[in-house]
């Protein structure tokens, strides 16, 4: 079946700091795959997204590339800030067969920077 | 562009009370529709998807039952809460699949806490 996995934290750094937030995934066929952020209290907001193999997403300084031969699309960002503290989660939709209707979530990982 | 709503934004309701939450959304046609639970922690729990009107599938079985009345409505019920129930519940849509360019991004709501006492 289809499953991601990643890093569940929680993962503190400082501002300025480099962030990575590592994701890797189980698939048949091609999924595609997306991040998604959560500010406490809210509705989880749609970050990026990459549906071909080499694809990068990036939106808001973050970054991730879909790489097909380590089946991973980890989250980038090259200085976080205060307000980036949230919840990560990683996603994939198979793209294949009748699991097109349903997105395949990780546990999410908990972020908090700090001044 | 698109919207989705959801009330109330908090609930506190006794054990064995009805519940009824509202999920809209607008700005766009046939929407697929979800309901989602987020208890303790972060998970996401899938509950119910539907493609169209009167078309719900449930992903896990427990006291909780939805409808979807209106092509962009979806509601979530149960006629008796248990303590088990409170959570975070999130309702989301994606475009109809099949259609050129769609790849099944979900569009949250901003969720309803509902706390059961």
């Known amino acids: 079946g289809n499953s991601v996995t990643q890093m569940e934290g929680p993962v503190t750094l400082s501002e300025e700091a480099f962030l990575t937030i590592n994701c890797t995934y189980t698939a048949t066929g091609y999924p595609s795959l997306f991040w998604y952020v959560q500010y406490p209290g809210e509705g989880l907001q749609l970050l990026l997204k990459?549906?071909?193999?080499?694809d990068k997403g990036s939106n808001k300084g973050f970054e991730a590339t879909y790489r097909k031969e380590t089946t991973s699309f980890h989250l980038e960002k090259g200085s976080v800030q205060v307000s980036d503290s949230a919840v990560y989660f990683c996603?994939?939709?198979?793209?294949?067969?009748?699991?097109?209707?349903?997105?395949?979530f990780g546990k999410g990982t908990l972020l908090t920077v700090n001044p | 562009s698109q919207t989705i709503h959801q009330w109330p934004a908090t609930l506190v309701q006794p054990v064995g009370s009805p519940l009824s939450l509202e999920c809209t959304v607008e700005g766009t046609s046939n929407p697929n529709l979800y309901w989602y639970r987020q208890a303790a922690g972060r998970g996401l729990q899938l509950l119910f998807y539907s493609v169209g009107i009167g078309q719900i599938s449930s992903e896990v079985p427990q006291n909780l039952s939805a409808s979807r009345p209106q092509d962009r409505q979806f509601i979530l019920s149960s006629k008796k809460l248990l303590l088990s129930d409170s959570g975070f519940y999130l309702c989301a849509w994606s475009a109809t699949i099949g259609l050129a360019g769609v790849w099944n991004e979900q569009f949250f709501g901003p969720g309803t806490r509902l706390t059961v006492l």
């Open positions: 996603a994939l939709n198979p793209n294949s067969g009748g699991s097109n209707y349903k997105l395949t």
């Open positions: 990459a549906t071909k193999a080499d």
